[in-house]
């Protein structure tokens, strides 16, 4: 029995080891949101924006996070993708980088599926926009 939880063990840890360097490959910033709105993930992509780091993020209420982004107009899309009212949503909107830099950021909340394809929370995509001069 100890062979197989030893096993499971480490077929557990390479699975998550290989997750988290997909999502740390990615130059988005991912936020990945529970039903309750808290913060499950914050990747590097996230820091790399807004200057905050997971250990300050995660498991904080999004909404009440403190960085670039003008979360509030996130509110309403964030809702409809949890509810299953939208399968997508994207916004565009004026921010802030963690360098206090002005820029466009493309926010996407797509739903996070759990077994059964319920919505078990959402994933945020956060892309610098270009500018136009």
Known sequence: MNDELRSRGYELNSSNSFLESILTSLRSGVVVLDPDLR????????????????????GAYFFGLDFGLPVQPLHAPVK???????????VVLPATSRKGRALQCRVSASPLFGRDREVTGVILFMDEEPVAA
Not at 43 to 49: F, I, K, Q, T, Y
Not at 80 to 90: H, M
């Open 80 to 90: 409809d993708v949890l509810g299953s009212r939208t399968e997508n949503a994207t």
């Open 39 to 58: 913060v499950q993930i914050w990747n590097a992509g996230a820091v790399n924006l807004w200057g905050l780091r997971p250990d300050e993020a995660v």
